[in-house]
């Protein structure tokens, strides 16, 4: 069986099919109108046609059952054509007792030798009856255009688009559309995944120089804080002490110590001299610049050590409390599948229990730092206290 590549029907025979109950012939010109009004049978032509050559009706429908005539139990179709060569060609299909045969001018022969004369169940539909291409094929239709029409070769696509189109896809291969859609959509989805990340990571840094704010100014308001405390110690350590009067009394010693030594006493009383040293000793004392915590350091370590922890445990909570099927792993950056989920959490919950406890040392090591230091200052300020005391009783 050659393939036809062009033909004409000029004839039909139908009986037993859908409403033609008895043997009806239609002849058919090179153009012909099929008229009548509503349920005469016009889609029926069509159908007998389809079912002559593919088997099926003009839309592809497989049911055999919706083409038998209601009061009939067998069909018989003749298809007279006229192919390219000008030959003359009879297809009869008839179908009893639920057996199909097929004969081409007299000859048994099979579906597929048909599909070799007008070509595939697919291609004759398309053609036969457009409507086919486009609702029964739909997104189909495209493969069987590229499996029948010619490729188009590079050039002749870019002499059709504009000049920026064809710089875009001068070195784009056109070979594979379907091939090079698949791989842009592949492009498209990594740039969309990328951007989830970044966009993640963004929220994630606006979270972090939120957090990093609150603790600087957390940081100045405890700076102000100690700076006022601080000059109101230096005002207490003051009090009570009338400083040029000390200074005076001091200089007088000296001078008084001086013509002493200019008149060469035997003996210098000693009295005198432990008033001396009592008075320098008072006003090296007094000279202190005050209180220099011996734990300060070991505190801005500590403090900086527990408000990193904290942070820590915010970032790690709300990871926790992000981590669900189809997230974004926060260490691979990848979608999380389900099964990976559950694994994901408990190491969260894990990390989440070890900054938890580092936390609660570091506390634990604040405060007892901040109870020393309150020891040490209130030492310092009671040995001062009662050196001033002493220093008043002596003059």
Request: hydrophobic fraction near 35%.
């Amino acid at each position: 069986m050659e393939k036809i590549s062009g033909f004409q029907i000029t004839s039909l025979s139908v009986s037993g099919f859908k409403c033609f109950r008895e043997e009806q012939t239609f002849d058919f010109g090179p153009v012909s109108f099929v008229t009548g009004a509503n349920h005469a049978g016009k889609t029926s032509v069509a159908d007998a046609i389809a079912f002559a050559i593919t088997g099926q009706d003009r839309f592809g429908g497989a049911h055999i059952d919706k083409l038998y005539c209601e009061t009939l139990p067998d069909i018989e179709i003749h298809l007279w054509i006229e192919d390219d060569k000008g030959a003359s060609h009879e297809l009869v299909r008839t179908r009893k007792r639920d057996k199909m045969q097929i004969t081409w001018d007299g000859y048994a022969i099979r579906q597929a030798d048909l599909a070799r004369m007008f070509g595939e169940r697919d291609e004759f539909l398309s053609i036969f009856n457009p409507l086919y291409f486009i609702e029964t094929l739909g997104n189909d239709g495209q493969a069987l255009l590229q499996k029948n029409l010619p490729l188009i070769d590079h050039k002749t696509v870019l002499e059709r688009l504009t000049q920026p189109e064809q710089a875009l896809l001068e070195n784009v291969s056109l070979l594979s559309p379907e091939t090079f859609l698949k791989t842009m959509r592949e492009e498209i989805r990594d740039l969309e995944e990328g951007k989830l990340v970044l966009e993640s990571q963004k929220v994630q840094l606006i979270r972090q120089q939120k957090e990093n704010r609150e603790a600087v100014a957390q940081g100045k308001e405890q700076l102000a804080q100690l700076e006022a405390q601080i000059s109101i110690l230096e005002q207490k350590r003051e009090a009570g002490i009338d400083r040029p009067a000390l200074e005076k009394q001091l200089e007088g010693l000296h001078l008084r110590y001086e013509e002493l030594l200019r008149d060469k006493p035997e003996e210098v009383p000693p009295e005198l001299l432990e008033q001396l040293r009592q008075a320098e000793l008072a006003q090296e004392r007094l000279q202190v610049k005050g209180y220099e915590g011996k734990f300060t350091a070991a505190l801005a370590e500590t403090q900086t050590a527990l408000q990193a922890a904290a942070v820590e445990h915010k970032q790690v909570t709300a990871m926790l409390s992000r981590t669900q099927p189809g997230a974004v792993c926060p260490t691979c950056k990848q979608p999380l599948p389900a099964d990976a989920v559950a694994q994901a959490q408990d190491d969260l919950r894990q990390k989440l229990g070890e900054v938890t406890s580092r936390g609660q040392g570091l506390r634990s090591q604040l405060n007892d730092l901040k109870s020393l230091e309150v020891q040490a200052r209130e030492t310092f300020e009671q040995f001062h206290k009662e050196d001033v005391e002493k220093t008043a009783l002596c003059y």
